[in-house]
Structures are given as structure tokens and as C-alpha cells.
């Protein structure tokens, strides 16, 4: 799946504002969303917040350096 260039704007937004919390503040915005029936806007969070995984997955750890 290719995450369009808008979703990886938001995803890294998220992650500036919301660090850690990013990926559960997206998903509650897409349960939000669900629940008053935005399912267009509910798909769109559920794409950020899977950006975020993908973002949060390629972060080094402890002690690595990435050049």
C-alpha cells in the first residue's frame, strides 16, 4: 500500500504534537469518526495512524546511529 503525501504530512504533525501518544490520538479520531458515521474521514485516520507505525518502526534505538 502507497501512503499518499498527505498522510505522511499528518503523520509526522502528529508525532511533533503528540510524541508518543500519536498513534493512539489518530486512532481516536478515526473511532470519533466512526462513531458519527464520517467513514470517509474515519478511512483517512486510519491511514495516519498507520504511518505513524511505519514512522515509529524505522526510529533508531538506544545507542544506534543512522547516517
Not at 500500500?1 to 478515526?30: D, H, N
Not at 469518526?33 to 491511514?47: D, L, S, V
Amino acid at each position: 500500500m502507497t501512503i499518499q503525501p498527505e498522510i505522511w504530512r499528518a503523520a509526522l504533525l502528529m508525532v511533533k504534537c503528540y510524541g508518543a501518544e500519536a498513534s493512539a490520538q489518530a486512532a481516536f479520531q478515526a473511532a470519533r469518526c466512526f462513531a458519527r458515521g464520517e467513514t470517509t474521514k474515519m478511512f483517512g485516520w486510519q491511514r495516519v495512524a498507520d504511518a505513524i507505525v511505519v514512522l515509529d518502526s524505522r526510529q533508531a534505538g538506544d545507542g544506534v546511529t543512522i547516517h
